[in-house]
């Protein structure tokens, strides 16, 4: 089983829909775990992190569920902008202290269609 | 404005040469990391750098060399390229739990061809 495993997408949604992205982990040991987007050709950039009481970011929320293993990701009321790549992001101690290593999933394609 | 530079932007290299990735950052942060995307295969870890004087290796460290020049500097070094390496080249650096960015914040990328 892989560390991070997302969605395969692409998702293609018109504007103003709700869209869910939903990501497993592997290791028990994951501390921390993110959301991140990534437009084309451009860096990967946080979008939220992701509390295990849930946490929402205007139209963003996003669930943790430790038992299952499980993140999600709502997004609400697409918009354009929107169009990206999202990544699954979990991280958990390596080695030394205070060193910490980002797993990341390979990433699910939105398109926001007009 | 504040955070990861990466150089060069792009470059290509023929098979054998060597070259160095630079990364800096002005975050203060003490963690800095080097990641390489290829298509299909998300973000891999090649090394990281804990704190200034340690370095690790990651998932994918063979054929790389790394060096923690300071706290600001990771450059990463390519001794003999092969086509293999040819990928996105990514630096990152990562703050303190509480601090005003405990995610990681990325350079803009290095794209390379080795042919």
């Known amino acids: 089983r892989k560390e991070v495993e997302q969605d395969p997408g692409p998702f293609n949604v018109p504007e103003g829909a709700t869209v869910a992205f939903n990501c497993t982990y592997s290791n028990s040991a994951s501390q921390s775990f993110f959301w991140y987007r990534q437009d084309c050709r451009k860096e990967p950039k946080l979008l939220m992190s992701v509390y295990s009481s849930g946490n929402e970011d205007g139209r963003f929320t996003a669930q943790l569920n430790r038992a299952s293993q499980y993140i999600s990701l709502l997004i609400r009321d697409s918009k354009l902008s929107d169009s990206a790549t999202y990544l699954c992001v979990v991280s958990r101690p390596y080695s030394g202290a205070g060193s910490y290593q980002l797993t990341f999933g390979k990433g699910t394609k939105l398109s926001v269609i007009p | 404005n504040a955070g990861v530079t990466q150089t060069p932007k792009f470059q290509v290299l023929k098979t054998g040469q060597s070259m160095t990735l630079q990364c800096a950052q002005d975050?203060?942060?003490?963690?800095m990391y080097w990641y390489r995307q290829d298509p299909g295969m998300g973000l891999r870890l090649i090394y990281y750098?804990?704190?200034?004087?340690?370095?690790d290796k990651g998932e994918v460290p063979n054929g790389y060399n790394v060096s923690r020049l300071n706290k600001r500097e990771f450059s990463l070094r390519l001794e003999s390229a092969a086509p293999s390496q040819t990928s996105v080249y990514f630096c990152?650096?990562?703050?303190?739990?509480?601090?005003?960015?405990?995610?990681?914040?990325f350079g803009s990328g290095t794209r390379l061809t080795v042919v």
């Open positions: 750098s804990a704190s200034e004087g340690t370095t």
């Open positions: 990152a650096s990562r703050g303190l739990k509480g601090g005003n960015n405990y995610g990681y914040t």
């Open positions: 975050m203060n942060h003490n963690s």
